[in-house]
């Protein structure tokens, strides 16, 4: 099928696999391309584009707008077209968003393009959605919701099915939709692996490999991991793995000044980042009272994650939004628990550990703020003595289905739903 994502900018592949919808549904074998607005005409990634001779026009408030458009394909092999305007670059306010809308679904008709499904992402994918429903397109359109504020009602109407990326977005689309609920798709949006690149039977970057059957390779790994960096070997205490960006660096001072409180218990902190300067500083101050049981790792080595992973009992995401936050998912593959909080999205696709350590996936707290972070580390360490249990609850978790192909087929039923439906809703 021949499948069109209108978006405000792209995902990218190599930092959000699971989030990157049009990678997915590509390697199903259906032909996918990315309609955007140039908001960055300086980015090096489109010194490979070809801009084209013709252009789109657009009247908008009694004034005749021209966009040019760039043409090319980026590292997935999926077919990009920018909308170039000046008043694009740098971001799109209320206006433009409209502009974009407005010259996408002109430029889709003047190229007489076929297209089965329209994907729209947010304001600027709804607008564009509520274009072709103006316009009578046939395409089925498919709303992708990933932040709030959500879309106006009438741009929500546009679409035969909506996905939201949490509970609380798909909640208030429910709400806003009212009685109209009914006549659409609702689902959520949850993200996958790639498990060709997480599988710790195969993953090249591992001392040891290891299954939810035998975790006996697991357990290699956390003493190959202690080894490397200097720390006792010990399987008796549990090994807590931070993976902190540069970009939001917020739970990162937060760790360091609880430092001292979490690391006075027979515990082990490995913290990789790509953090600079004073926080650096203040890792290596909090290493110069704590060297048996802290070690840092700076820089970005994505062979290093594999590994910390691995090896870790348990991995903490000190972050809220970002793209990091996929790890989770990563660690509970290799027989890690994830601790994050219930404000990143990725707690939605995760289960908290219940007290008596009998069901659950994932250790998930409230906001990222000293005392919360504080207990759920001490709530982690104390479920660890009870390791019997949790090695039941990592054997399930290592054996959820995560992977993009499952995502993929999710979207192809609902597709296959749509269409048998015979029409879309009318608004």
Known sequence: MELLFIRNEPVDSRTSPGLSLERILQRRDHKVSLLLPLLDPEDPALRSFARRLITVQVELDGETHELSILTGRDRDGIERTYLAHPGFEGGLDEAHEILFARAAVNYLGENESVVDIVYGADHVGALALRQLQIEDDAAIRILLVHDSPIPEKDALLAADAIF??????????????????????????????????????????????????????????????????????????????????????????????????????????????????????????????????????????????????????????????????????????????????????????????????QSGNAFIFGRLEREELLAVLRRARGAFEYRDRLKRLIQLAMRIEQSQERAAEFHEHLIIELIERGETPAA
């Open 164 to 357: 939201a990326s949490r509970e609380a977005l798909l909640d208030a689309v429910d709400a806003a939709l009212g009685d109209d609920r009914a006549e659409r798709i609702l689902r959520l949006l949850t993200p996958s692996l790639d498990q060709a690149e997480w599988n710790p039977l195969t993953d090249p970057a591992l001392k040891s490999r290891f299954d939810p059957l035998d975790l006996r390779g697991k357990a290699a790994c956390k003493t190959a991991l202690q080894r490397e960096l200097s720390l006792p070997i010990r399987d008796d205490i549990p090994l807590y793995g931070v993976v902190a960006s540069d970009e939001d660096t917020a739970g990162l001072e937060l760790l360091i000044e609880i430092g001292p409180e979490l690391l006075k218990n027979d515990v082990q902190l490995i913290v990789h980042t790509d953090a600079r300067g004073e926080l650096i500083g203040a890792l290596e101050e909090l290493w110069d009272h704590f060297p048996d049981r802290l070690q840092i790792r700076t820089g970005r080595d994505d062979a290093f994650i594999h590994q910390l992973i691995a090896g870790a009992d348990l991995l903490l995401l000190p972050i809220e939004r970002g793209d990091d936050l996929l790890l989770a998912l990563a660690a509970q593959r290799y027989g890690t628990l994830p601790i994050v909080s219930k404000a990143a999205p990725i707690a939605d696709a995760l289960v908290d550990i219940d007290p008596a350590i």
